[in-house]
Structure formats: structure tokens, C-alpha cells
């Protein structure tokens, strides 16, 4: 099977039922303060936000995704409009294709230009000596910088899968050294990651980490259902990984002052909210823009999501999306912490 077919594939399934992890992304239990006294107008709040040397409109990337493929060229054009409309950050789906064959940059890039345009690979691509092919792709896109995804449990699970990572952090420190100034970022697919692994990234120099929890699109689920020969293997990880809320508060915690996005499983801007006031510098989302981008309303997508960001910023008291923290949380109370034992003796 061919990466492009691959691809297509990926894009299929991805964008079918039963895909979504088995278990919420950890943001359930919160809840961002209510202020029925914002004291301030909705209009004043400011979402603009400073990451990796690029000014956006609202600290919000679309996640990667596509490229190489016929569809890619559709979906990657709607979804530069849309974060050029919106001034919000893009990034590429694997450029693995696109090293393979030159034809393919169309189904990478379009006319349309976002203040932060990130390409991406993943380990699997870039162990060895290949730091030059991360700095051809990055070239070839004219992007701003890299991402590298590290997908262990869709590599193991996938038939034509490469489960093979002994030497991934050296291939990442490689990198890093050979593209600078430009950033790296590393991310995973919607398995999280452990606070070792933060440390582990963060000597090796990465400019930022993208958690990409669990609780939205689980890519076991995904290889299930493109390949059914698989699906045994697959099901066992239905509920693998780690929940955003809870990957993220461990990175920050891990690499104190590293810029952590958060991604997986973001459902709409009070999400996004929550995980800014947990302390990441933005958040992504990936399926959310694919359905998007595929139903051709992608700008409309960003630009509620904006919207319903703004609202919740306003709502819970901060002026602007970078100051909300965690004094702007709240855990969910359950009826048995406020009401009175019920039922038994007293
Ligand atoms: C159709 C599709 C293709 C994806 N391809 C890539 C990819 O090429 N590289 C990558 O780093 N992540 C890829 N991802 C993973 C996303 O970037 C993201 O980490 C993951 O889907 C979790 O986010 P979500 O729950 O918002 O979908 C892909 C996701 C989708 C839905």
C-alpha cells in the first residue's frame, strides 16, 4: 500500500464513527469561573497571542492532518483560508509524500498564507542521519518551523506499520540543531504523554510540545477500522493513553517555561478556555477542522470557535485569553459535597 493510499485512507476512517477514544480528554471535571459581573465589555477582551515568533488572531492552531493526497489538496486549501482569515496557526499534515514526490506540494500548499505555517514528520521518518530531509521539507513548504509526531501506538497497530523508536530523541536533538533558529515542535497523535517524556524532549531542545491527549480521535480506532484484520489488537486500546487535562498539567510541570500547546479532543472554545487557564500557550484541533473543512465551512468553524472563546474568556472574569489561570478554575461539585448525607443514620 502506497503512502497516498494510505493517506486517503487515514481520512476516511478518521472522519467516520468510532474513531473517538473511550474516555473524556479530563476537562469534564472543570470548570472555568462564572462571573455575572465580567465588569468589562465583551469587545474589550483580546485573544491575540505571541507563539513561536508568529502574532495570532486567538492562540488556536488547526492540527496536522493531510497532505499527498487528491482530497489534500481541497482540504489544505480550506483550511489555509481559514487560518489566514482568522490569523491562527496551521499545521501540515506528514510530509512524508511530499519528500517522496515534488508533485505533491499542491496538495500541501495554496495561495493562501497563515501567520504560522508548521510542516510535519514523524519518527518514524526521521530516525538516522536524516536531519536534511526535515530541513528539505521545511524548505519545500516554506514553513516556519517543524513538527515531529511521535505515534508509537498507531505504528505498532497499523500492519504496515515501523514500531521502531530506539533513537528517536537523538533524531529529534539532531534536528533541532540543524533547523535552528526555526522552531520544533513535537507532538503526539491523541495518546497524551508522560511527564518523562516532556523532560526527554525539552533537553533535547524542542521549542514547544503539543500533549495531544487522550479523549478525542484515538488512532488505534482508527487503523480498526481501516483495516479489520486489525481490529483485535486495536480494541485493547479504545482507552490508552493519557487525558489531555491531565497530560497537559504534567508537562508544565515537567519542563517548567517550555510553551505547552494543548490538543486532543478539544470539543469548542470553553475546552480551549480551560486548557489556556491550565496554563498552555494554545490549543489545537484536528477531527473538528477535517469535518470542517470536508463540509466546506472551515472559516465559519474557526470563526465560532473564536467566538465562543472570547465569550468564555469574558464570562470568567480575565481581560484577555493570556491571562487566564487556574484562579479562573473551578472543580465540578457533585451533589454529595454540598447536601447533607442522605439516607443513612445520622
Ligand atoms: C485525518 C487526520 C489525519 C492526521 N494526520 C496527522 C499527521 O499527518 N501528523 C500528525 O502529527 N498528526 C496527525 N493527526 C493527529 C492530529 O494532529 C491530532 O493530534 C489528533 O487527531 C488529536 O486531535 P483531535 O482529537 O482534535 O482530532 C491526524 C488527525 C486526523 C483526524
Redesign the pocket.
Known sequence: MTVVTR?AD??R???GADV??DGG?GLEGLRLSHRALPERDLADVTLETDLLGARLGAPLLV?????GTPAAEVLNARLARAATEHRLGL????GRALLEDREQLRTYRSDDRPPLLLA?L?AAQIRGPHADRAERLVELLDADGL???L?AIQEAVQPEGEPEFAGVVDAIAAIVARLAPLPVVV????FGMDPEDVTLLAQAGVAAV?V??A???N?AL?EGRRDHRVQPLAAAFAAWGVPTAEALQGAIAAAPGLPIIA????RDGVDVAKTLALGACAS???????LAAQADDASETAAVLICQLRVAVWASGAASASRLDRSHLRERARPRDYLPRLGGPE
Open positions: 493517506k487515514h481520512l476512517a478518521a472522519a473517538g477514544h480528554n492540527s496536522a492532518m493531510t497532505g499545521v501540515l499534515g506528514s510535519n514523524g513538527t515531529i509526531h505515534n507532538k503526539e497523535v491523541g503539543d495531544a491527549g479523549g478525542g480521535t488512532w482508527v490538543s486532543g479532543g478539544l489545537g484541533l484536528a477531527r473538528t477542522f477535517l
